[in-house]
């Protein structure tokens, strides 16, 4: 027995500013479950993935969901937390439940209200998902700082390709409607330090980091035998999570070892190889993660990701494009909602109701969701089995 996506729900990405959290949690629930074709009651439980470091706004979120219909009342609900990868392990979780035979149908919801606080509050609130013991007072894009740092020691400056695959990301959000920033940047405004693009941590400039954004994203998981009728009907070819050590001091910071881990153990699972992928949807927090994904996922040996952009691989019209949804970078990043966000993308390339993203003739699809710097990563990878 395993779980299928069976339908999905999506808020607009950005700056939500007559949305609450509770909002945006209901929204999705609603149009998640109207899109399956299922009634609220035949719901056995519920995952909300959402960060609990000092975004929330709600305190206690898991049960905002049952404001969606008073059918849901009494239905199990947790919040599932995992840093910046809290939805996937939202999806994960529910998967488990189906595949334990304790739910049949499970609505997972992701969601993050991130712009009620100021810029300085959110940077704080983050970098609690650091090791405190040693990285106490250091920001995310300060860690990755450092990543691309000791990158460009080993291998020069990549300041190039890091605006390439900035300025990728943004045109792709132009085919994504529900993309926070839907602008073209270029590659040349990305490559340059600017008033409107100045360096945040060196060498990383605004057009290297993700945006902070509110949104919501919510699947209806069901059993197979639930599914096998149903319209929607995503089946996961592997789900794999791969958790590290929290402190970057016993880690490889540039081998990116739980990424690449998950990311292999995820395609050999599914009997699959990257030449068998027909997108991926990637966790590119700053574009210098995205970077060492290339490397992780093989498209290129250590240290020679840039050929993976420079070749066109990853391109919206290459033999493996990454992040046609924008990414993180530019679609947006409420916390708790990406991963959620990043499988309603894949199950609908695979559905081929992605509209202006869509890829032709897709067969699986990777969704690849990290928390941390390289800490807690889940790579799915996904079929259309209706």
């Known amino acids: 027995m395993d779980a299928r996506i069976v339908g999905?729900?999506?808020?607009?990405f950005g700056r939500l500013?007559?949305?609450?959290?509770?909002?945006?949690i209901i929204d999705v629930a609603q149009q998640a479950v109207a899109h399956a074709g299922i009634d609220y009651a035949d719901v056995d439980g519920i995952w909300v993935g959402h960060f609990n470091s000092g975004l929330v706004s709600d305190g206690f979120p898991s049960s905002l969901a049952l404001g969606a219909s008073d059918d849901l009342r009494f239905t199990p609900a947790t919040r599932v937390e995992n840093a910046c990868a809290s939805g996937a392990a939202a999806v994960y979780s529910a998967r488990d439940a189906i595949r334990s035979g304790r739910a049949k149908v499970a609505l997972v919801i992701g969601a993050e209200k991130m712009t009620s606080q100021t810029t300085?509050?959110?940077?704080?609130?983050?970098?609690g998902a650091s090791y405190q013991k040693e990285e106490a007072g250091v920001s995310f894009p300060q860690i990755f700082a450092r990543i691309a740092q000791k990158y460009f020691q080993e291998h020069g400056d990549q300041s190039a390709t890091l605006a390439r695959i900035a300025a990728k990301n943004h045109a792709n959000a132009l085919n994504n409607p529900l993309a926070h920033l839907r602008k073209d940047l270029g590659f040349e405004a990305c490559n340059t330090v600017s008033d409107r693009n100045p360096l945040i941590a060196p060498p990383l400039r605004m057009t290297d980091c993700s945006l902070i954004s509110d949104g919501a994203a919510a699947l209806i998981l069901a059993a197979d035998d639930v599914a096998e009728d149903m319209a929607n009907n995503i089946a996961f070819r592997a789900a794999v999570q791969v958790n590290d050590y929290l402190p970057m001091s016993r880690r490889d910071i540039l081998a990116f070892e739980?990424?690449?881990?998950?990311?292999?153990?995820?395609?050999?699972?599914?009997?699959?190889?990257?030449?068998?992928?027909s997108f991926g949807e990637v966790h590119d927090c700053f574009t210098i993660a995205e970077?060492?994904?290339?490397?992780?996922?093989?498209?290129a040996p250590r240290g020679q990701g840039a050929r993976a952009i420079e070749d066109g691989i990853v391109a919206a019209d290459g033999a493996l494009p990454i992040n046609l949804s924008g990414g993180l970078k530019a679609k947006g990043h409420p916390v708790g909602a990406t991963g959620v966000s990043m499988h309603v993308i894949a199950a609908q390339q695979l559905t081929g109701t992605?509209?202006?993203?869509?890829?032709?003739?897709?067969?699986?699809?990777?969704?690849?969701?990290?928390?941390?710097s390289g800490v807690a990563n889940f790579c799915s990878v996904l079929e259309n089995a209706g």
Request: no cysteine; hydrophobic share 45%.
């Open 120 to 127: 300085e509050g959110v940077t704080e609130a983050l970098a």
């Open 8 to 12: 999905w729900g999506h808020t607009k």
């Open 291 to 299: 970077l060492l994904i290339y490397e992780a996922m093989g498209l």
């Open 354 to 372: 992605a509209g202006d993203m869509q890829v032709a003739d897709p067969r699986l699809g990777m969704v690849f969701n990290m928390g941390g």
């Open 17 to 24: 500013e007559e949305a609450s959290l509770e909002d945006m």
């Open 258 to 277: 739980g990424p690449a881990r998950a990311i292999n153990t995820a395609l050999q699972t599914a009997g699959a190889t990257t030449a068998d992928l």
